[in-house]
């Protein structure tokens, strides 16, 4: 079966850094576009990054970007997002997601799922 599993999520300082990783099984995601969301406690579930099977087309929400950067591995099955000047309102729990055909910001439109990381900003 199909699973997504998402790592490198915990605590951190305002201003400091995490790398999240998600490691895809059970088919090739390649073709993919792989992305990442996020939900806060009481808020929709918001799009966070996405990047394209190539890394040649990246997108990012405006509230990250500049902070955030998104990378995948297609050997590794693997998508990465690198978090740096953390702040408070980043605080969520984070969802690596796939789909196929064109990059979408909504969620409905992404196909496969992982689980989840919670990250934590402190002020």
């Known amino acids: 079966q199909v699973q997504m599993v998402e790592s490198g999520g915990g605590l951190a300082q305002a201003g400091g850094s995490l790398r999240l990783s998600c490691v895809a099984s059970?088919?090739?995601?390649?073709?993919?576009?792989m992305a990442w969301f996020r939900q806060a406690p009481g808020k929709e579930r918001e799009f966070v990054a996405a990047?394209?099977?190539?890394?040649?087309?990246?997108y990012y929400a405006d509230s990250v970007k500049g902070r955030f950067t998104i990378s995948r591995d297609n050997v590794k099955n693997t998508v990465y997002l690198q978090m740096n000047n953390l702040r408070p309102e980043d605080t969520a729990v984070y969802y690596c997601?796939?789909?196929?055909?064109?990059?979408?910001?909504?969620?409905?439109?992404?196909?496969?799922w992982g689980q989840g990381t919670q990250v934590t900003v402190s002020s």
């Open positions: 997601a796939a789909r196929w055909g064109i990059v979408s910001m909504e969620r409905k439109a992404y196909t496969y």
């Open positions: 059970g088919r090739t995601f390649s073709d993919h576009i």
């Open positions: 990047v394209s099977w190539s890394s040649t087309d990246t």
